[in-house]
């Protein structure tokens, strides 16, 4: 994992209370033991080391996402929760029936959102997928939460027409993952961003190398100014840290891609500061 020091400093004034509204925290196995068949192998990503990299991004605030190294044992959030305070908010992974109580401690711990793996269901029918979302959606809805998809782009292009319909407030991670290897095209780009508008969506800004593949991170610009100019109450951002699987990128280059993408002092504000609040309730 790259060491924080050497991570480059914002070249914009960061404003109070910065959120970075995706990140993931790894501790040890022996503590916090993965699925049985993970995707990667236990990244150097604990807490401690995430929380020097705030120190010298200024960042004040995180939202922390269940990994699917530890599928549904949300132990390693809660337990990082619990040390961050109230500076932090969880979004865990779980299964459908957990009992009531345990989703009102998870409240009380912070957590304000569900993710929904459907890497992990794209291959069933859509209306399946869809009767999964509604599900979750009325859980999340009773909890004052809200869901957060973590979907392949052709997915998301599938469900659009349904989740204009979704009055849960949702987000979609990595800019909808759009991606021009899977096929996707500036046509269902165009639809996303109507989702975005219209609809209870919200879009995070992160992960723009998982996006630009191989083209370099001036390629996801276009789609990150559009995605901002349509929408810009209802866009966060998130570094994606640890950058699973290349801890040495440098999470500061990617917090300044903001400043390309926008040159709106109070629209960052917004991107960083007010849409975050409003979604994970600081």
């Known amino acids: 994992m790259r060491a924080a020091h050497t991570l480059t400093r914002p070249t914009f004034e960061m404003p109070d209370n910065a959120c970075d509204s995706h990140m993931h925290v790894f501790e040890p196995l022996a503590q916090y033991p993965s699925v049985s068949t993970p995707q990667y192998t236990l990244p150097d990503g604990a807490l401690a080391k995430y929380r020097e990299a705030m120190e010298v991004l200024s960042i004040r605030r995180f939202a922390i996402v269940q990994p699917s190294f530890y599928g549904t044992d949300n132990r390693c959030l809660l337990d990082a929760l619990a040390i961050a305070g109230n500076a932090a908010r969880g979004v865990v992974m779980i299964e459908e029936g957990m009992p009531a109580a345990t989703l009102d401690a998870m409240h009380r711990a912070n957590v304000r959102a569900v993710r929904l793996d459907l890497f992990a269901r794209a291959e069933l029918p859509t209306p399946e997928i869809q009767a999964y979302i509604a599900r979750m959606a009325t859980l999340c809805e009773s909890l004052g939460w809200h869901l957060q998809f973590y979907a392949p782009g052709w997915v998301v292009r599938n469900l659009i027409p349904f989740l204009g319909e979704v009055r849960t407030p949702f987000v979609i991670d990595h800019m909808g993952y759009m991606l021009e290897e899977d096929g996707l095209t500036q046509d269902d780009f165009k639809r996303l961003l109507s989702l975005l508008k219209d609809g209870s969506c919200t879009l995070k800004l992160s992960a723009p ?15 990150a100014k559009a995605i901002i100019d349509t929408a810009p109450d209802k866009v966060i951002w ?5 950058h699973i699987p290349m801890g040495e990128r440098d999470t500061g280059e990617l917090l300044n891609l903001l400043a390309d993408w ?9 991107i960083l500061v007010d849409n975050p609040a409003r979604l994970y309730d600081f």
Do not use: C, F, I
């Open 209 to 223: 190398y998982r996006v630009a593949k191989h083209r370099g991170l001036d390629a996801v610009a276009p789609m």
């Open 238 to 242: 998130g570094s994606d840290w640890p």
């Open 262 to 270: 926008t040159a709106d002092t109070d629209v960052r504000r917004r």
